[in-house]
Each structure stands twice: as C-alpha cells, then as structure tokens.
Nanobody, 115 residues
Framework: QVQLVESGGGLVQAGGSLRLSCVAS????????MGWYRQAPGKQRELVAE???????NYADSVKGRFTISRDNAKNTVYLQMNSLRPEDTAVYFC?????????WGQGTQVTVSS
C-alpha cells in the first residue's frame, strides 16, 4: 500500500510564498515520476509540475518561473516551492506518484491566495 501525504498549504496574500511537501511511504526512486496537480472549484484537475526519477522537470506554463519542484530522496519527499502567488493559484494541490501502470494520489492540501 503506497501512501502520499501532502502538507504545507494555507492562506497567503498575493505575492507571497508557500512550500508544499509530499512524503511517500516508500522510496521515491520506485516512482517513474512524481508530480503536483491542482484542482480549483468547478475546474478539472491540472498538472502543475512534475519531476522524473532522473531529475528532469516539467512545468505548466502558468507557473513557469514562479514554482519549483524538487526532491529529497533520503527523505522520500517531493517539494513544490511556490513564489509570487496569485489569486488564480487558489486550489487544492495534490501529489501524485506514477509507478507505471499505476498512479497514486495524496489526499490534497488547500492553498488559498487572497488579493
């Protein structure tokens, strides 16, 4: 049973920063890709950023230059550093680990950015 637990969400003013953490119950080397997704009310879940086991990263255009995904293999943790936050970044943020053909999701953490 794989578990992913997110933390670090909260309420922040526009322009502020937050760092999200996702701790896995097993080595993150076992995942092909670890990613952060978000879902705003009434919208579909969308990819925010992802990082492969080799360290390659990919970002949604809307967060490029503001968000950074990283990993600490020793702590089985993936981070999402979010800077210059905007009200449109408000959403529930989910961590996902892909171990093909399976995908595992965390329970999500709420991020609210006030204007």
């Amino acid at each position: 049973q794989v578990q992913l637990v997110e933390s670090g969400g909260g309420l922040v003013q526009a322009g502020g920063s937050l760092r999200l953490s996702c701790v896995a119950s097993r080595s993150i080397f076992s995942f092909n890709t670890m990613g952060w997704y978000r879902q705003a009310p009434g919208k579909q879940r969308e990819l925010v950023a992802e990082i492969t086991s080799g360290g390659s990263t990919n970002y949604a255009d809307s967060v490029k230059g503001r968000f950074t995904i990283s990993r600490d293999n020793a702590k089985n943790t993936v981070y999402l550093q979010m800077n210059s936050l905007r009200p449109e970044d408000t959403a529930v943020y989910f961590c996902k680990g892909e171990r093909r053909p399976f995908g595992y999701w965390g329970q999500g953490t709420q991020v609210t950015v006030s204007s």
